[in-house]
């Protein structure tokens, strides 16, 4: 018979054992992460091959390759040609427009909306008027009619369900289109597809299509941007002073630190390190930036300060002084050209992305109202710039590579990319917008079918 002293002790063998074994586990895998590590460091540093390993053993730099063109970039085109999707004016839009994202596709009675195999409805994603896109370039679409595109994505057993359904309607059956009720039974946004937006459908927008010819660049080449010169958005003082305070903001928290003895400090750091490390150029930038900052940082803090008081003496509507916004920009923009990038855009061209944050979710509630808020007023000018400007949704083209995807796209080109967006509701956390890739010959012939929904991936 076991004694209770016995039984302790055996558990405390036991016990010892498991976390033998556990600490053993967690020392392997230890292990082999670094020997990952030192394989990946090994490529950063040139070495291809370790002689002491074998000729099929795989090293970092191997694995990195081959994720890297999984993105298909070695053999796409560096220039393809694609169509802005422009949002229209969320001011008196068209009544009617011809080619929209979001809201309800418009097809023949006898329309079927898409499902998964699995009987899960797809969401409505954009339809596009066939007859907007020039002869040339066009993939081999009919030239009249609609292109109505579904997708769905959710996870089962732990691994990834996208689908998308492109269905091309003739100009005939286009003639007998009306609204497709949403089905009752499709989910909303949020439920699997992970967008804030609570309702079955995006909203609503229509687009214009703006052909460019695709090269990466961002705005593309032609397409309108009103936010690279400060005088074409800042047009009254209302949206002077909220640029100027959060410029000052974002300045004050570079600044302040690197003042008197702790300025002194970080430079002589810095140098030191450039020293032991001259290999690491980059040390150089934060070196002029320091510099640029501690020197002339607080110069610039005044006469932000002296802009914000002036502004906010000003009517909130009246019309910008042109000259004296200019005289402000020049000197922004001399101290912005010494510095890194991030507030050295907003020195530069001001900062219209943080208000924009700060001035859509008012935009949205005072859409939906027949008198907008007074305060809200002011920025009118400005939403509507930002609206109907490149807002990153394009039709074919090329799209920007993902830092965070795992999709194998060899042989393939997006389709349609659709960026997250408050005014459509894509807002998503985790993801910062949705394509749709097809194999690049079968698009070629207007076949759309056999590609895959890619979620861009944030993190």
Aim: net charge negative.
């Amino acid at each position: 018979m076991i004694t209770k002293g016995v039984a302790a002790l055996i558990a405390i063998v036991a016990f010892f054992i498991i976390f033998r074994g556990l600490i053993k586990r967690a020392s392997d895998t230890r292990t082999q992460a670094v020997t990952k590590q030192k394989a990946s460091l090994g490529s950063r540093n040139g070495s291809r091959k370790d002689p002491a390993h074998s000729k099929d053993e795989k090293t970092g730099a191997d694995y990195v390759d081959e994720y890297q063109a999984l993105s298909g970039a070695a053999d796409r085109a560096k220039e393809i040609p694609g169509w802005a999707l422009l949002l229209h004016s969320p001011f008196n839009p068209p009544a009617n427009p011809t080619s929209w994202i979001g809201g309800r596709p418009h097809a023949p009675e006898e329309f079927t909306w898409p499902s998964t195999t699995k009987g899960v409805r797809q969401h409505f994603l954009a339809q596009i008027d066939l007859s907007t896109l020039s002869n040339t370039g066009n993939n081999g679409l009919p030239s009249a009619g609609a292109l109505l595109v579904f997708f769905s994505y959710q996870w089962t057993n732990d691994a990834p369900d996208h689908v998308y359904t492109c269905r091309i309607l003739s100009a005939d059956e286009m003639k007998k289109a009306r609204p497709v009720p949403v089905p009752d039974d499709l989910d909303t946004l949020d439920k699997t597809m992970g967008f804030f937006h609570p309702e079955q459908t995006f909203i609503k927008r229509g687009v214009d299509l703006v052909p460019f010819q695709d090269d990466r660049s961002s705005p593309p080449a032609g397409i309108p941007n009103n936010f690279t010169s400060p005088e074409r958005w800042i047009s009254n003082w209302g949206i002077a002073l909220a640029d100027v305070e959060i410029t000052l903001q974002r300045l004050q928290h570079c600044v302040e630190p690197l003042l008197a003895d702790k300025g002194q400090k970080h430079l002589a750091d810095l140098n030191a390190r450039f020293k032991k490390m001259p290999q690491a150029k980059y040390l150089l930038s934060d070196i002029a930036n320091t510099k640029a900052l501690a020197s002339q940082g607080p110069e610039m803090l005044e006469a932000l300060t002296a802009w914000r008081d002036l502004a906010r003496s000003r009517p909130a509507n009246a019309p910008i002084d042109l000259n004296a916004l200019k005289a402000l920009f020049a000197k922004r923009t001399a101290l912005a050209e010494q510095m890194k990038p991030g507030i050295a855009a907003v020195l530069k061209e001001g900062a219209h992305e943080d208000l924009w944050r700060q001035v859509q979710q008012d935009t949205l509630d005072n859409l939906g109202t027949e008198t907008a808020d007074p305060e809200w007023e002011i920025y009118r000018n400005f939403v509507d710039q930002k609206a109907t400007g490149w807002r990153g949704h394009r039709l074919f083209g090329i799209e920007p590579p993902f830092d965070n995807n795992w999709e194998d796209l060899r042989g393939h080109d997006c389709l349609i990319s659709i960026k997250e967006d408050a005014l459509l509701g894509t807002l998503c956390e985790h993801f910062y917008g949705v394509s749709i890739w097809c194999p690049r010959d079968d698009m070629a012939n207007g076949k759309l079918e056999g590609g895959q929904v890619v979620r861009h991936c944030a993190v």
